[in-house]
């Protein structure tokens, strides 16, 4: 278990500094820092604590859906806040639209390695993910349907308060996808071992059909 947390703390701290980058880019956020943003607009309040409050909110919508919250899903919502607002205390707003662009990049490998870490801990989803698992659970939605439907509403809804809507919105949609499918193997043994199962199986049924 220690080890464990060895991880996932580090991991999730990561991450938000990682959504700082992002976020200092002004090039365009992924949707829940989009609403996040919205909402700081509107409130005054650090978008830090912003994630930390909808994190918390977002948890109570797994009640109805049953599902069982882990440590990491504790965890995930009191340290990513901090994560962000340590981030942006630190990093200076760029002008050069390259180095937004760094920044936004960086941002993005960063937070794609800060999920294999944390996810690799197994210790509970976040609350996010937990809540497009537990649609899925509850009424049989697709998984994909359930998280297009989440992250297009609270995008919206965020676009509409007033957050960064851009091309780095774009990107990052595309993108964290493909780039979580390579850090997920390096940093989740268990992930790495499913990974290679899989390729041996395709193998073996590629060479059976020749």
């Given at each position: 278990?220690?080890?464990k947390?060895?991880?996932?703390?580090?991991?999730?701290?990561?991450?938000?500094?990682?959504?700082?980058?992002?976020?200092?880019?002004?090039?365009?956020?992924?949707?829940?820092?989009?609403?996040?943003?919205?909402?700081?607009?509107?409130?005054?309040?650090?978008?830090?604590?912003?994630?930390?409050?909808?994190?918390?909110?977002?948890?109570?919508?797994w009640?109805?859906?049953?599902?069982?919250?882990?440590?990491?899903?504790?965890?995930?919502?009191?340290?990513?806040?901090?994560?962000?607002?340590?981030?942006?205390?630190?990093?200076?707003?760029?002008?050069?639209?390259?180095?937004?662009?760094?920044?936004?990049?960086?941002?993005?490998?960063?937070?794609?390695?800060?999920?294999?870490?944390?996810?690799?801990a197994?210790?509970?989803?976040?609350?996010?993910?937990?809540?497009?698992?537990?649609?899925?659970?509850?009424?049989?939605?697709?998984?994909?349907i359930?998280?297009?439907?989440v992250?297009?509403?609270?995008?919206?809804?965020?676009?509409?308060?007033?957050?960064?809507?851009?091309?780095?919105?774009?990107a990052?949609?595309?993108l964290?996808?493909?780039?979580?499918?390579?850090?997920l193997?390096?940093?989740?043994?268990?992930?790495?071992?499913?990974?290679?199962?899989?390729?041996?199986?395709?193998?073996?049924?590629?060479?059976?059909?020749?």
């Open positions: 278990m220690m080890f947390l060895a991880r996932l703390i580090p991991g999730l701290l990561l991450y938000g500094i990682a959504d700082a980058f992002m976020i200092r880019a002004a090039v365009g956020v992924d949707s829940w820092t989009v609403f996040a943003q919205g909402v700081a607009h509107h409130t005054g309040l650090s978008i830090g604590i912003l994630t930390n409050i909808i994190g918390l909110a977002v948890l109570l919508l009640i109805p859906l049953r599902q069982r919250p882990g440590l990491g899903t504790v965890l995930n919502i009191l340290l990513v806040g901090p994560g962000i607002d340590l981030g942006l205390w630190l990093l200076p707003a760029p002008e050069p639209m390259w180095l937004r662009v760094a920044y936004f990049t960086t941002g993005m490998l960063l937070l794609a390695v800060a999920s294999g870490i944390y996810i690799g197994r210790l509970g989803p976040g609350p996010r993910d937990g809540l497009m698992t537990g649609i899925h659970n509850r009424f049989g939605t697709p998984i994909w359930a998280r297009t439907a992250e297009l509403t609270v995008l919206v809804a965020g676009w509409i308060l007033g957050g960064n809507v851009g091309l780095g919105t774009v990052f949609a595309l964290i996808g493909p780039l979580c499918g390579i850090t193997p390096l940093f989740d043994p268990v992930t790495r071992r499913e990974a290679l199962e899989t390729r041996r199986r395709e193998a073996a049924e590629a060479a059976s059909r020749r």
